[in-house]
């Protein structure tokens, strides 16, 4: 059925609010901009059902991408909700995605164009430096290539059927927030000081970019957005480092754009040079979770946090055990140092969500004290009070001490990176602060915590004849985080009756209520504690102060800008008198839940209306706005009071990871990320090397984040809410009335989900098991708490979703299977093709020739540009191409540094003149092995003779010809032979160790000025030393040989 008109948004609408958080490195970043796409067609989506418009006829989507929106469209009508994508982060390659998504969300932009973008800018012999720079800092161009592109082309991105511009009423900039990490390489420090006094310094390496609405709806800060972005995917030694400027931006120099000025996105103090962000455990959780609560509601909203990550790691084999490390088999230089690079750049998610699982329960533990706390209040003689002093105190100190905390460390970390007065700027220590910071005899920290939590509580005291807050005024004192208290536990309230709330009216009274929650409890505005510290440190009153009066500026300053007005505890209050009936009357209405289920709705009903009863009991009878107000305060102070005043925000979320490692109808076989994704090869850098496995990763994060959206689409409790929205809508047969389960699978066909086969469809198979099959039976199971309330009701309903999933991945596949296919036979016209493998041009010649149907779609069960390796494409042009001009980039990285002994730099010299003859030899001979051998065999043999020749001139020039041309050879034989190379490679050992003849070769080893006489004198000592050496390498590889013998011998 194809939607014209969505419905309008109602107050019984859910707002579905995806906080995104996108993880990975390198190549990964081309999979994860396939979800990304599809998480911008349902933002468009969601925008199409607010403007509540027909569809525009002209506009820049592909006929499938309209359709997958249109599907998503019909999805959110028939669920009645609508989706936000409000807060993301990002990290390494996760971070250019990040920002990309972040940037369409308030500037309406069309994503489509990132499949061309990837496409053309992740080709690995262009990201490759050429050979032939003065300086070559690191393998792939970072600035010259990955920032220039980013700058230039994301501006580009043409903008989808509806920007924010087409809200009714006008323009509109949706609220979104963007944290996108980096690494510093001379970190920031900071100061504390132990339980003896003694100063203890830290060097803080996180550094974290922050982009509002605000920021990403100014056109002028894409250059500091792809600077960002580029500066959280730095691969070490792959990319070079990134410069961040601070107060003043660099200039335009060669290809390199200019950098903007970063102070006011960073949490930097200075300007730092900095590199991958996923080299640190570096995810912005926190301050996530923060702004999650921040954001304001006008209805019911349901929050998830989508964890996009390619792999979360190798499946466990449950047949065969992993081997084991052993003793008699340690690693070896090159696999140790391989292994501690995978240890710091693939660290699991495992840490992660076990900190989130840890933070909701925490957050589920401090709902039941609250509760518990409200219950033993209604057990309070009339007029007694939960809040006592001594508790007011408790929550006082611990409140103030976690504040000061935090502005004692942001404090200090400024400071710790500011040089020593006299200094021409104010950005510098004054001359009367060194003796508190000095490393001996200073104690900073605990100078500055004091000042600072007597500052906070000489602000929260209470006059001695009022020991309680009773006042409006009185609560204003305690500022924002008080605030925010109330607001946890209003919400709490608000979501107990949201369980409860039946009918639109019903829906329409709670939605009221949030509404009126968020006016009264505005967030504060996001507060940058490096301004703040830079405003006050530069003061010239501050500076000729104590450090211990600044730390007491500095909190008042805090103080002030985290004030809260009275108003909003008045209005508060007035929030739940005027609501208060209705949530009486919830609160009474629900029905009995004896022998329901656990995890079925009666049950959660049951337990909604007992908690709404009981904070009800506690806050009423709510006839005065104050003491509502006031009873607000003293539950969540005391609550505070008896827990830890960490940084937890009390905000709960659902979780949900969406990597590759997902099923498939479509191709039931692929199952994990190792099989679909060539970027998972060479160390996650696998899809940069060709252009059909760029394609063969974007088209699969397609259909893998389709996947996972319809999964997430498809809550349970929404699900349920449909079915009883639409009840006038079953048809009666013979049979009777359809089912709600029934309904369900009729509408979601009508939808677009396909019909079953007979057999069903075949699922895929673990660990060699039997073949199973999805039936529509299968199904109805599924859903059978959508007829018997009574029932368990899931956390989410699998099967449905990868039935349903299906008719996404169709538009999909027609869009991007041809795609794929014309990567691998024409991927640019006029151009010459990437080598692919027989098989693999086959299969595509299929795909090209197939109509569109089932019959094409089979083809992807047997895609075989997933299958490709480094190895099946050893004979290609295009490794040779890529092989040599990273040797030859190589050689002059290594050439580079400085910190090399004297006897390396002939060798590197030599060698880098090697690679660098072999790289323009084989460009000239487009990477044909035949064509490579042939010339190599022309320079071997020109060099040779002119090697033997007595005159340097001709000697030199022959050897590196000779040189050349075996290493042209070489490579020539190892495209169509591996044998046929091992035996050239002993033949040229023995030519390497007769060269020793030749004049130069000796002259050049032994003469008076040669290599040996001047860095290696002991090798020309003795006649005989340089035949140990030789007889040493004969010997290694003999022992080499033995070590590792051919296979199937």
């Not at 004091?450 to 000489?458: D, N, S």
């Not at 790289?919 to 051998?933: L, M």
Request: proline letters at 6%; hydrophobic letters at 45%; aromatic letters at 6%.
């Amino acid at each position: 059925m194809a939607i014209h008109n969505p419905s309008p948004v109602t107050e019984s609408t859910q707002e579905l609010r995806l906080a995104t958080t996108m993880t990975g490195g390198v190549s990964l970043a081309i999979w994860m901009a396939g979800v990304t796409r599809e998480i911008n067609l349902l933002a468009q989506a969601s925008q199409w059902r607010r403007v509540g418009t027909t569809f525009p006829t002209r506009n820049s989507l592909s006929k499938e991408s309209t359709d997958c929106l249109k599907l998503y469209a019909e999805l959110i009508d028939l669920l009645d909700m609508v989706v936000d994508v409000d807060v993301l982060s990002g990290t390494s390659a996760g971070g250019i995605n990040a920002a990309v998504l972040a940037s369409s969300r308030v500037t309406g932009s069309d994503l489509g164009g990132l499949r061309d973008l990837w496409l053309d800018l992740g080709a690995l012999t262009d990201l490759i430096r050429d050979p032939r720079d003065k300086s070559t800092p690191s393998l792939l161009y970072g600035d010259e290539r990955m920032f220039a592109a980013l700058a230039k082309e994301v501006p580009k991105l043409e903008t989808g059927p509806f920007p924010p511009a087409a809200f009714p009423g006008g323009a509109r900039t949706p609220s979104t927030t963007l944290y996108i990490t980096t690494t510093l390489l001379t970190g920031e420090t900071s100061r504390f000081t132990d339980s003896f006094g003694t100063l203890v310094q830290d060097v803080d390496r996180r550094g974290l970019f922050t982009f509002t609405e605000t920021d990403l709806a100014n056109n002028g800060t894409f250059p500091a957005l792809a600077l960002a972005a580029r500066s959280s995917a730095s691969f070490p030694v792959a990319f070079e480092p990134s410069f961040i400027p601070f107060t003043e931006g660099t200039a335009k120099r060669g290809a390199v754009p200019a950098r903007p000025a970063m102070a006011p996105f960073t949490n930097l103090t200075r300007p730092h040079w900095v590199t991958d962000g996923g080299l640190l455990d570096n995810r912005p959780i926190d301050v996530l979770l923060q702004r999650i609560f921040d954001r304001p509601a006008s209805r019911s909203v349901r929050r998830v946090l989508l964890f996009v990550v390619p792999s979360s790691g190798p499946a466990p084999d449950l047949v065969q055990a992993a081997p084991s490390d052993d003793v008699n088999k340690p690693f070896g230089l090159v696999d140790a140092l391989l292994k501690d690079l995978a240890a710091i750049t693939t660290q699991s998610i495992a840490a992660d969500l076990r900190a989130i699982r840890a933070h909701q329960d925490r957050m589920e533990a401090r709902t039941d004290t609250r509760l518990r706390l409200a219950e033993l209040a209604g057990r309070l003689p009339e007029g007694s009070r939960l809040l006592t002093t001594s508790l007011l105190a408790d929550y006082r100190t611990r409140e103030a001490t976690r504040q000061a905390d935090s502005l004692t460390t942001a404090l200090l970390r400024q400071l710790g990176t500011w040089p020593a007065a006299p200094s021409a700027s104010t950005d510098c220590i004054p001359e009367n602060w060194k003796i508190d910071l000095a490393a001996v005899g200073g104690d900073p920290a605990t100078v500055c915590r004091r000042q600072i939590t007597e500052v906070i509580l000489q602000r929260w005291s209470q006059p001695p004849n009022q020991p309680l807050p009773e006042t409006a005024a009185d609560l204003a004192r305690y500022g924002q985080p008080a605030c925010d208290l109330a607001k946890a536990l209003a919400i709490t309230v608000a979501q107990a009756a949201y369980q409860l709330a039946k009918s639109d009216a019903e829906t329409a009274s709670v939605a009221e209520l949030i509404q009126g929650i968020f006016r009264a409890c505005q967030p504060a505005k996001l507060l940058n504690l490096g301004d703040l510290i830079r405003k006050v440190c530069t003061d010239p009153v501050v500076r000729q102060e104590s450090l211990q009066n600044a730390a007491g500026v500095l909190a008042a300053e805090y103080l002030e800008r985290s004030a809260v007005k009275e108003e909003a505890w008045e209005s508060l209050g007035g929030v739940f008198v005027d609501g208060y009936a209705a949530l009486v009357r919830l609160a009474a209405s629900t029905p009995s839940a004896a022998e329901a289920q656990a995890d079925s709705l009666l049950t959660q009903d049951r337990i909604a209306a007992r908690q709404l009863a009981t904070y009800l009991d506690y806050l009423g009878p709510a006839t005065s706005p104050q003491t509502v107000a006031t009873n607000l305060f003293d539950l969540a102070a005391s609550q505070r009071a008896m827990l830890r005043a960490d940084a937890d925000v009390e905000q709960s979320l659902d979780l949900v990871q969406v990597s590759a490692d997902t099923r498939n109808l479509f191709a039931p076989d692929w199952q994990r990320a190792q099989q679909k994704l060539t970027g998972m090869q060479f160390h996650h850098f696998g899809a940069f090397y060709k252009r059909s496995w760029r394609a063969n990763d974007w088209m699969w994060g397609r259909l893998d984040g389709a996947g996972w959206l319809v999964h997430v689409l498809l809550d349970p409790r929404r699900v349920l809410r449909a079915t009883q929205a639409h009840v006038h809508e079953r048809e009666e047969s013979t049979n009777g009335s359809e089912t709600g389960a029934q309904w369900f699978l009729r509408r979601l066909k009508i939808l677009g989900a396909p019909n079953f086969p007979s057999s069903g469809y075949r699922l895929p198979v673990f660990d060699g098991g039997s073949d199973q099959y999805l039936t529509e039976d299968m199904l109805l199971d599924e859903l059978a708490f959508l007829d018997d309330l009574s029932k368990a009701m899931p956390s989410s309903i699998p099967k449905t979703s990868l039935w349903l999933a299906q008719a996404w991945q169709q538009q999909v596949l027609d869009e991007e299977l041809d795609g794929l296919a014309n990567a691998v036979i024409d991927p640019q016209p006029g151009q010459k093709p990437d080598w692919s493998p027989a098989r693999s041009r086959t299969w595509a010649k299929k795909v090209l020739a197939a109509s569109p149907g089932d019959a094409k779609y089979a083809l992807l069960n047997e895609n075989p540009v997933a299958c490709e390796t480094f190895v099946t494409d050893k004979g290609s042009p295009l490794m040779a191409q890529t092989i040599t001009k990273a040797a030859a980039t190589l050689s002059g990285t290594a050439g580079s540094v400085r910190q090399l002994p004297g006897a390396l730099k002939p060798a590197l010299t030599t060698l880098r003149t090697l690679t660098l003859g072999g790289y323009h030899v084989v460009s000239v001979t487009k990477g044909v092995a035949r064509s490579i051998i042939i010339v190599g065999v022309v320079l071997l043999v020109l060099g040779a003779a002119a090697a033997v020749q007595s005159g340097t001139l001709f000697g030199v020039t022959g050897l590196v010809m000779a040189g050349t041309g075996g290493y042209l050879i070489a490579l020539g034989t190892w495209q169509l032979s591996s044998r046929l190379l091992f035996a050239l490679l002993s033949l040229t050992l023995v030519g390497a160790t007769l060269s020793l003849a030749t004049p130069v070769v000796r002259a050049w080893l032994f003469g008076d000025h040669g290599v040996a006489s001047r860095h290696v004198y002991w090798l020309g000592a003795q006649w005989w030393h340089p035949l140990v050496v030789v007889g040493m390498i004969v010997l290694a590889v003999a022992v080499i040989a033995a070590a590792k013998p051919r296979r199937g011998r």
